[in-house]
Each structure stands twice: as C-alpha cells, then as structure tokens.
C-alpha cells in the first residue's frame, strides 16, 4: 500500500500563489507517473498536471503559463507551484500516484481563490 498525504491548500485572493506539496510513502516500482487532479463542486475531477519518473510534464490547457509541477524522486515528492490564480481554479487538488497497474490517491486539499 502507499500513502500520499498532501499540504499547501489554503484560502487566497485572486491573483495569488500557492504550492501544493505531496509526500508519497514508498514507490512500488521506480518508474511512475505523479500528479495533481481537483475536483470543482458539482463538477468532475479534472486532471491539472502530471510528472513522469523521467520528468515528462502534461498540463491541463487552463493553467499552462501558470502552474509548474516539480518532482525530488530521492524524497518521494511532487510539488505544484500555483502562480496568477484564478476563481475558477478553486477545488479540491488531489495528488495521485501511478505506478504499474497501481493508482493511488490522496485525500485532497481544499483550493479557495476568492474574487
């Protein structure tokens, strides 16, 4: 089993930053994909920005320009540096893992930019 546990969410203004830390307890297999998917009310979640093993990035249209995705694979981390943030990227941010046949997921951290 692993354990991704993230940090970072918050409540801030339109315009503002902030980074979303994810901390994985283990990897079953060295090469794996990391991520950030968020999940507005009463909408499906979406995927924001992914991260291979060997460093290949994938941005959703909607915050290319603004977000970077970054990645220690000795410490197990992804991270999502959030910059010019907008309402509508409030929503839960999820960190997911895969790896192999394995998809993991954490339990979410709350996103609030207010207008």
């Known amino acids: 089993q692993v354990q991704l546990v993230e940090s970072g969410g918050g409540l801030v203004q339109a315009g503002g930053s902030l980074r979303l830390s994810c901390a994985a307890s283990?990897?079953?297999?060295?090469?794996?994909?990391m991520g950030w998917y968020r999940q507005a009310p009463g909408k499906q979640r979406e995927l924001v920005s992914t991260?291979?093993?060997?460093?290949?990035?994938n941005y959703a249209d909607s915050v290319k320009g603004r977000f970077t995705i970054s990645r220690d694979n000795a410490k197990k981390m992804v991270y999502l540096q959030m910059n010019s943030l907008k309402p509508d990227d409030t929503g839960v941010y999820y960190c997911?893992?895969?790896?192999?046949?394995?998809?993991?997921w954490g339990q979410g951290t709350q996103v609030t930019v207010s207008s």
């Open positions: 997911n893992l895969k790896s192999g046949s394995f998809d993991y």
């Open positions: 283990r990897f079953i297999f060295s090469i794996n994909t």
């Open positions: 991260m291979t093993s060997r460093s290949s990035t």
